[in-house]
């Protein structure tokens, strides 16, 4: 069977089971079981597949209309032009959070805190475009950390970067210029509403259950000690909730607070600033 001909075997499967980009699924999991670059796949669709590919390609189809998301068929999932290692104990990285990256890049920082680093995508893509950086990632899942841990080392980056298991800021001393995180937001009544993909993603990296604000409560209280005065704070926040985070972030004494957009227009991050002046801001 060569590449043309599972592919056409395997595209109407996927459509039958509710995959709305089928083709463009079928082509990524034939690129991963056979091995091959994805943007090569072209190249090879007229080579017979070997059955150790052929095999894999029927595996991952079905693990597929059982709607696994393809990174977790692949283990692999591109963020900020470099990919990164997800499993089950992840959350997946999303293209809505690169907001939060460029953000956090618009200024120079060198001690970096990103609290549910989960992949450590975040914390990783920040590193890599400011190399004097050091950061830190704390997550409250040993096996989530391994993940971050591994896409440290296989991005060149674990010189500059550790991973701490803390619940936000509880086993975390000192003081940063920057403070990132992508909590879990998803309120428990939207739960109900998510696609049979998103909830393959661990339930903990997703909601925190009643309106989703308690991680911005939590980090709406401790940012202010660790940050240092002028230090800024970014987290991404679901598209209703621009409005509760930004009074949460004033109500601790944070300024300059900002609500950015992401590329649909909807609310999608969140800044503030340590004031310069932090008395009184932060004491914990």
């Known amino acids: 069977m060569t590449g043309n001909e599972a592919l056409r075997l395997a595209i109407p499967r996927l459509q039958a089971a509710g995959i709305t980009d089928a083709p463009r699924d079928a082509r ?3 690129a991963h079981a056979a091995g091959i670059a994805p943007d090569r796949l072209t190249l090879h669709l007229a080579d017979p597949l070997t059955p150790e ?3 894999a390609f029927a595996t991952a189809i079905t693990r597929r209309t059982n709607r696994e998301p393809v990174s977790h ?3 692999t999932r591109l963020f900020w032009g470099r990919p990164f290692r997800v499993t089950p104990d992840t959350l997946d990285p999303r293209p809505e959070t690169e907001i ?3 953000e956090a890049l618009q200024e120079p920082f060198l001690k970096l805190l990103d609290l549910g680093t989960g992949t450590g995508c975040i914390l990783l893509s920040c590193l890599a475009g400011m190399p004097m950086a050091t950061g830190t990632g704390t997550d409250i899942h040993p096996a989530t950390l391994t993940v971050a841990e591994e896409n440290a080392r296989s991005l060149n980056l674990a010189p500059r970067a550790r991973f701490v298991l803390s619940d936000w800021f509880t086993a975390i001393p000192g003081r940063f210029d920057l403070i990132v995180s992508n909590p879990p937001y998803i309120t428990e009544d939207e739960m109900a509403d998510l696609s049979p993909e998103v909830l ?3 339930r903990r990296a997703l909601t925190p259950g009643g309106d989703g604000l308690d991680p911005y409560r939590a980090i ?3 940012a202010p000690a660790r940050l240092m005065p002028q230090g800024r704070l970014i987290v991404e926040i679901g598209p209703t909730q621009g409005a509760a985070v930004a009074a949460l972030f004033a109500a601790h004494g944070l300024t300059d607070i900002r609500i950015l957009p992401d590329l649909d227009g909807r609310d999608r991050v969140v ?3 340590k004031p310069q002046d932090d008395t009184g801001c932060g004491t914990a």
């Open 200 to 202: 393959h993603e661990p």
């Open 73 to 75: 068929i692949t283990g």
């Open 271 to 273: 800044t503030a600033r």
């Open 53 to 55: 590919a052929e095999t």
């Open 100 to 102: 939060l990256v460029e």
């Open 28 to 30: 990524a999991l034939l």
């Open 220 to 222: 709406a209280r401790g």
